[in-house]
């Protein structure tokens, strides 16, 4: 089973800053990663797959890098809306695995 | 628009069974494919199961296999997951997943998710 990590595990911040989560994957996944955003009482909804496309709807101040072991998640200017708990995901191998996320919360 | 509706959770005694439904609209459900995905209080996400968009291919989480059965209705848009010889470890809130437009393993829209608790 491939395990994600990710780091730091919260984030103080605030509104205007640049902002970058990791996401490290115990073995190889290829481009094989996805990010989600959840907000308290909220399912996920995806921001990032293949690493680095924006899925539909998603502000162009979200980017995501990263290929193999390390990946990056960028918010360029964070906005209030913004305040969220980011996952990441493996889809190389199954089973599809996730990581513990990385909460950021107002400074 | 997309829209998933989960329905069916509750409170179970341990050993019982439980059946969750999921309502699909706003695409086409035959050509999608599925999973359930959960979150149990605290702790990170994890996939249970998939069902692949032409309805053969399942696969599930080691932590259900044997125990749990994805299938679906496509004259009624729904999917469901049977559940059976409930545990403690079982309480989560569940979520009906759609696969992902470029990859059916990733994630690309979700429904709010409908809760168990696997409880004496």
């Known amino acids: 089973e491939k395990v994600m990590t990710q780091s730091p595990a919260t984030l103080s911040v605030s509104p205007g800053e640049r902002v970058t989560l990791s996401c490290r994957a115990s073995?190889?996944?290829?481009?094989?990663v996805a990010w989600y955003q959840q907000k308290p009482g909220q399912a996920p909804r995806l921001v990032i797959y293949?690493?680095?496309t924006r899925a539909t709807g998603i502000p162009a101040r979200f980017s995501g890098s990263g290929s193999g072991t390390e990946f990056t998640l960028t918010i360029s200017s964070l906005q209030s809306e913004d305040f969220a708990i980011y996952y990441c995901?493996?889809?190389?191998?199954?089973?599809?695995?996730f990581g513990p996320g990385t909460k950021v919360d107002v400074k | 628009q997309v829209q998933l509706v989960e329905s069916g959770g509750g409170v179970v005694q341990p050993g019982r069974s439980l059946r969750l439904s999921c309502a699909a609209s706003?695409?086409?459900?035959?050509?999608?494919?599925f999973h359930w995905v959960r979150q149990a209080p605290g702790l990170r996400l994890e996939w249970v199961a998939l069902?692949?968009?032409?309805?053969?291919?399942?696969f599930y989480a080691d932590s259900v296999k044997g125990r749990f059965t994805i299938s679906r209705d496509t004259s009624k848009n729904t999917l469901f997951l049977q559940m059976s010889s409930l545990r403690a470890e079982d309480t989560a809130l569940y979520f009906c997943?759609?696969?992902?437009?470029?990859?059916?393993?990733?994630?690309?829209?979700w429904g709010q998710g409908t809760s168990v608790t696997v409880s004496p």
């Open positions: 997943v759609r696969g992902g437009s470029g990859s059916y393993r990733y994630f690309d829209y």
């Open positions: 706003g695409f086409s459900f035959g050509a999608s494919a």
């Open positions: 069902m692949s968009s032409d309805g053969i291919n399942k």
């Open positions: 073995q190889t996944v290829g481009s094989n």
């Open positions: 293949a690493a680095s």
């Open positions: 995901q493996q889809y190389n191998n199954w089973p599809l695995t």
